[in-house]
């Protein structure tokens, strides 16, 4: 199709909330660049179907969209005995829905949709929304129109493993064995974000610049990983989460367990090695909160360098590195490179007890090494405090791309992770991190991607 018959087809985008401000929540921060995108391709109309009143944008935003309505979620006017009654009913029932999946008002929301599509003819319609009965019936209302449905993480995933009858089954069935490969993550509030009910993932082979600078996006749940924190009940062999060969340039955190101040303790393990973290920070910022409960966590082979001296943020977990300090709770913890340019080290290192209470920060290499040595025996024996030697060819270059964090030949760093391999993410094996940059690209490259093609036929 030619590019002016693609602008005259009309598609209709159905979301949960309207997409401005871009950051004021989760949603609007994945959809906004989606809905300009497709705004400036397609005659695109947004129907919002809301559950609570929504301001509108000031005129000038979202002006490439064609039309913006906002529908009301009608609520039930039965009284609440005989909601509950009703609920109880139809959970009971062989054709009920899962508790999770009840809806009340729907067939009445049904008729707002239908009555707002009585008179426009779409080419896609795309419901990225709860209300999932709404929408397959609307579905197959209007067969002529192709409906795409948004599933990902939906009430109805969840409450289709909740549902299940056995409890092996509800457990294979949660989020196991998801991979995060090869992308570019640049100037956002937040990174990966998974949630509970996800485990065994991996994330590698990753670039992030410029996640999570602001004072209060540092001080948040926003980091280049966040949550990973796992299921209740699902630690032990083949539940780790494995973040590995990633290089995080200039962010304001690396891990953190959802919580803020006083994070959800991570109960499946995190398995964090051949990481390369290059913080530019100049406010206080906590670097990887690794905070383990039932599980153990490790951290190897990672190197960690920051140009401006800024000390740990948190007051109970502070430092670039903060563990459990639980003989139990972290293991392995070994064969890293920390470098401080401006040799303060202020707060650099720490340990947190459970729940992040009774955190102690280091400053001195010596005293950190001693402090977890005491919990588990032999932990960061053979860690290094010495300058990676960078390739940065030219000097470093803000958001160059993950190229410029290779090891000069005679880097400390080379050969000395463990098993005699070498630290950091350019260990050697790895040909390309990020989606553009490709080994021996150089800083010429940019590590912005080009934008997604989405054509409708």
Known sequence: MKPKELERQRLLLILPVVPWPIRLNGITLRFAPIVDYLGQRYELDLLVLADEDVRQPPSGELEQCHSLVVIKVPSSSLPAWLRSLKTILLTLAPWGAPHGRLRYAQRRLEREVLGYLNDRSYRAIIWATSHLEVACRIRRRYPQTRCVIDLIDSPTLFSSREAAPSSLLRTLTKYNGNQWLYNTIYNTPGGLWVKESVSSGTAAYNYFYSVATTASEIAGYCAAFIGWDGAENSSGPGKLFSLHHNVIEACGASHKPVGGTNPVLTVIGINAYNNTVYDTQTVANVGWLLSCESSTCEFYNNIYMTSKGSSGQLSAQ???????????????????????STGAYSSFWSTAGLGGSGGSAYSSFTSWKSAVAAVVSGSESHSIQSNPNFTLPGGYVAGGGAAQFQLLPGSPCIGTGEGGVNMGAWDGTSSQIGCSFALGSGTGSTAVPSAPTLTVS
């Open 318 to 340: 502070p430092g670039k590195l903060c563990v459990s300090n639980g003989a139990t709770l972290f293991a392995n913890v070994n064969n890293n490179c920390y470098y401080d």
